[in-house]
């Protein structure tokens, strides 16, 4: 994916074109590292690249903890985030600095349709319907569980069906921006779930990950409701055109809107599940707790104000027997 503008070619290997393209060679360096780790004989390099190293585990009274210390392979590490770095940093000053998102939305349906479109947003979403179409046959070729395809396909046809809908209605801004900001919310997942896999106790990428889907799905549902539901509405240019690549009709803006809608609360009802289910097993495990706790607690020694018992005799705290006691004669 090319990020920046392309208004003039410089020789390779030149100060301008290491300028120009810096985050294109960046980015294969990064798919480079990542197709690593799709192979059992690359795995083990890749994931020094992501993975932070020389962990340790000490036993603690919660359990074991895991700690880190340093070594020359954080470099490796640190490269790698550096790139990703670099990478982010190029895809906000191209696609919401350069080209005015933010601070001017209404570029999203201004000159609508959008039937023109440059390299890289067109290989961009070429790209993008690729690979998930590809992963339809990879459902038979990696043997994925029965009970899992319901899923999987669902996932994957969300997919299709919305980057389809932007690329074929000419909504290409639109689709681009809200593609971006469903990559960067899965990138945060997938990032907490790295965390966790190197130590357990790394619980709260979840929670910052929750707050950034939340976010997500309302952002998203916003854009689309000013963009479609009220930018285009307003346009000049209503009516359909097939040969001018004209969709802006009530007839399909609605459907369009029913479909984002209906996505994004389908998300947000899964999510509040999984967080009400998740909430419920962890009050269970705490109860579960208190009660392994109150029964370690609630159980004295049986003992009288002199000693305790043993073998019929009473022995006293420092093991020896106490003194008879003198019985006086009647």
Known sequence: MAFRRRNKSYPFFSQEFLIQNHADIVFSLVIFILIGLMFEATAKTAIL??????????????????????????C??????????????????????????VFHPSTLWENY???????????????????????????????????????????????????????????????????????????????????YFTDESHQKMFDLWAVNFVFTRMVTLTLVFLAVGFGLARAENQGLDWDMGNFNTVLIRMPVLLLVSLTQSWLLWKFIRFQLKRWREFRHEQVARK????????????????????????????????????????
């Open 291 to 330: 009660r392994v706790a109150a029964k370690q607690t609630l159980r004295p020694l049986k003992r009288d104000s002199i000693g305790h018992h043993e073998n019929g005799a009473i022995k006293a705290e420092n093991g020896a027997s106490p003194r008879p006691k003198k019985i006086k004669a009647p």
């Open 113 to 195: 349709p959008h039937v023109h479109l440059r390299f890289q947003v067109k290989f961009f979403y070429l790209t993008q319907l690729a690979y998930w179409l590809h992963a339809l046959p990879e459902l038979y070729f990696q043997k994925v569980r029965k009970e899992e395809i319901p899923r999987q396909l669902q996932y994957i046809c969300l997919y299709l069906l919305h980057i389809s809908a932007a690329y074929l209605l000419n909504l290409s801004p639109v689709g681009l921006v809200l593609l971006c900001l469903q990559y960067l919310s899965e990138l945060g997942f997938h990032i907490a779930r790295i965390f």
């Open 76 to 101: 490796t590490t640190i490269l790698f985030y550096f790139f990703i770095t670099i990478i982010l940093h190029a895809v906000v000053q191209e696609y919401i600095l350069d080209e005015g998102y």
């Open 49 to 74: 690249f992501i993975q932070p190293q020389y962990n340790i585990s000490t036993p603690s009274p919660e359990g074991e903890v895991t700690l880190y210390q340093y070594g020359w392979q954080d």
